[in-house]
């Protein structure tokens, strides 16, 4: 299982990033904010995407702001849980950011052919929630 670990991820990866362009030139967390993050936030951030007119009242935030907002410390664990959609997401109000922790998860079971380990499935929803939160690190305002 280790050793086929990272051919699946490289596999998945290239399977992916065919059909769009320009994948190659980004990271991995760019990769999946473009694909899975940019309709709602924005395709820079800044919480004006094109999907925002269709929520129900709820305005994505802006997610340039969040280390600002967080007196000049980028929230890393907040970010990782509102991406996760931990146990306690709807605690802040209410949720109409989607959970994305069960969506990856979903979408090795759809993509895999059953060799995925619950624990590498684990691995890869963190790797991308991970880079995710990496790459909104790396787009913070001040
Ligand atoms: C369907 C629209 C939608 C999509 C897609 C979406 N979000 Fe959100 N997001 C929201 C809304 C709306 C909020 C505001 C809080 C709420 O209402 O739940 C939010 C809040 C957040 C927050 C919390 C910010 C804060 O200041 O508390 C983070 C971090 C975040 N989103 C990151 C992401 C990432 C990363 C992705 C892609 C994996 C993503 N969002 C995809 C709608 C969306």
Request: charged share 15%.
């Amino acid at each position: 299982m280790r050793a086929m670990f990272p051919a699946i991820i490289l596999s998945m990866g290239f399977g992916v990033s065919a059909t769009a362009p320009h994948a190659q030139d980004m990271t991995l967390g760019e990769f999946e904010y473009q694909n899975s993050c940019a309709a709602c936030h924005g395709p820079a951030g800044k919480g004006n995407g094109p999907v925002t007119d269709f929520l129900s009242g709820a305005v994505p935030s802006d997610l340039t702001q969040l280390q600002k907002n967080n007196g000049g410390v980028f929230p890393v664990q907040m970010v990782y849980e509102a991406i996760a959609g931990g146990a306690d997401a709807s605690a802040h109000g209410t949720r109409d950011m989607p959970i994305w922790g069960n969506r990856f998860r979903q979408r090795v079971t759809e993509s895999a052919d059953g060799y995925f380990s619950p624990m590498a499935t684990e691995r890869y929803v963190n790797s991308r929630i991970l880079a995710l939160t990496e790459y909104l690190a790396s787009i913070q305002e001040n």
